[in-house]
């Protein structure tokens, strides 16, 4: 394994027995890149001298990599995480007056899907403890119009499918699993997206199998769900000109699909590194002692969870000064999500309050998302802990226990694409992080 030291400039500072760096992103996609540039780039220039940049051979063959890797049958690409809520729903005939059950605590593309077909979202409640819709909640939200159940494996942790699965049965509705954040994570040794009717993933730059811009896909077990989709993404268009529905454009780029072959190979292995970042996480607060001062997230005996985000919460009304010492200290953070989409300014019309969703609410007010990227290092978790600590007037308690990986990582290049620059420590406001 090649061992790359931090940047000459990331000099240290101390605090209680801790050295502590200057900044820490919340993201280092520059990491990523650094190691896999040629063969990205050899893959981008293949694309290119190929001249087939719309639905290529590498999505096709992207396509079956991740049939392979899920352990699904059918994979459809398309254009965003967005899309495939979208066309799943499509896929499923939900219209207008329809209603979909799903939960409040999500990002907003899981709902507005439901919207843009002139169905009803109906939002249901989380458990307090893991961030998930609550299956008992979304048992007593349907009603005679509900026409399907979506899901979402919010923050890589898959919801509790040995409840859902058997209310949906009773009610006779489909489950759309939104897994945008949950690529890989499992619930009794089955993927994501091969526990319900249709599975909804994302490639956006910041999850864990991200792209070099916007992607998504699809998963079913159903052939006829397989074809509506696949129909669907392209116009309704079969065969060429001939359109036998309605459909949207909504097809993965050539260039995207080449990129995340690259990626993917390494996928597992950055899915490790986020778990054992987990660990780390854990053992740091524990010395610190600020176990009763923050609720750190749980682990899901029943599967994989692959943290796509490492969600700590700040009770008493303390979270948004944490913040603003973290953001002042150059610690990036980030809040998943700030408010609730049944308090939303768009969704006024459909009557919901404050005080509907009280654990929703109240997760909204207390929730904070830290660094959590595959190639984080120790003395960076060191520093977000170590700032964290600072806050509450805690020192260190004994030495860390030994790093289970390198805790080097690649130095940042100021050249290379746009998007893969150097970011931030601390995200700007106009930073999309579904």
């Known amino acids: 394994m090649i061992r790359h030291e931090l940047p000459t400039e990331a000099k240290q500072e101390t605090f209680g027995d801790a050295n502590l760096l200057p900044s820490v992103g919340l993201l280092a996609l520059d990491r990523q890149y650094a190691v896999l540039r040629e063969e990205i780039r050899g893959a981008i220039e293949r694309v290119c001298d190929s001249g087939r940049f719309v639905l290529g051979p590498d999505v096709a063959d992207l396509e079956t990599d991740l049939s392979r890797e899920l352990g699904v049958p059918h994979v459809i690409s398309c254009a965003s995480g967005s899309d495939a809520l979208l066309l799943a729903l499509m896929a499923l005939g939900i219209g207008p007056g329809d209603e979909v059950v799903l939960p409040s605590y999500t990002f907003f593309a899981t709902a507005s899907a439901v919207t843009r077909l002139g169905a009803i979202p109906v939002f249901a409640e989380i458990d307090p403890a893991t961030y998930l819709v609550d299956p008992a909640d979304v048992a007593r939200k349907i009603g005679p119009k509900c026409r399907a159940i979506v899901p979402v494996h919010l923050f890589g942790r898959t919801a509790d499918m040995d409840a859902l699965l058997p209310i949906a049965r009773k009610a006779g509705v489909p489950v759309v699993e939104d897994a945008a954040q949950s690529i890989l994570s499992t619930w009794h040794g089955r993927c994501s997206g091969a526990l319900g009717d249709v599975g909804c993933f994302s490639f956006y730059p910041t999850k864990n199998l991200g792209g070099i811009g916007d992607g998504g896909f699809l998963t079913t077990t159903r052939d006829d769900i397989a074809a509506a989709l696949k129909l669907l993404r392209v116009?309704?268009?079969?065969?060429?000109?001939?359109?036998?529905?309605?459909?949207?454009?909504?097809?993965?780029?050539?260039?995207?699909?080449?990129?995340?072959?690259?990626?993917?190979?390494?996928?597992?292995?950055?899915?490790?590194?986020?778990?054992?970042?987990?660990?780390?996480?854990?053992?740091?607060?524990?010395?610190?002692?600020?176990?009763?001062?923050?609720?750190?997230?749980?682990?899901?005996?029943?599967?994989?969870?692959?943290?796509?985000?490492?969600?700590?919460?700040?009770?008493?009304?303390?979270?948004?000064?944490?913040?603003?010492?973290?953001?002042?200290?150059?610690?990036?953070?980030?809040?998943?999500?700030?408010?609730?989409?049944?308090?939303?300014?768009?969704?006024?019309?459909?009557?919901?309050?404050?005080?509907?969703?009280?654990?929703?609410?109240?997760?909204?007010?207390?929730?904070?998302?830290?660094?959590?990227?595959?190639?984080?290092?120790?003395?960076?978790?060191?520093?977000?802990?170590?700032r964290i600590a600072e806050f509450f007037g805690k020192a260190a308690r004994g030495e860390p226990k030994p790093a289970a990986t390198g805790s080097g990582h690649p130095s940042p290049t100021a050249d290379g694409p746009h998007f893969l620059r150097r970011m931030n420590a601390v995200g700007r406001a106009d930073e999309v992080r579904c």
């Open 235 to 386: 116009h309704g268009m079969e065969p060429r000109y001939y359109h036998q529905v309605i459909g949207i454009n909504s097809r993965l780029d050539t260039i995207q699909a080449a990129v995340l072959r690259v990626k993917l190979r390494h996928l597992d292995d950055w899915t490790t590194s986020r778990q054992r970042n987990v660990a780390r996480y854990l053992d740091l607060f524990a010395r610190h002692g600020l176990e009763g001062l923050v609720v750190l997230p749980t682990d899901e005996p029943r599967g994989r969870h692959v943290w796509n985000q490492f969600v700590i919460r700040v009770p008493g009304g303390r979270r948004d000064a944490l913040r603003g010492h973290l953001t002042t200290c150059k610690v990036g953070t980030e809040i998943y999500y700030p408010i609730p989409l049944h308090l939303q300014k768009c969704f006024e019309h459909l009557g919901w309050k404050k005080g509907d969703l009280p654990e929703t609410e109240l997760a909204a007010e207390e929730t904070l998302a830290l660094p959590i990227f595959p190639e984080l290092t120790v003395d960076e978790q060191r520093t977000v802990v170590g």
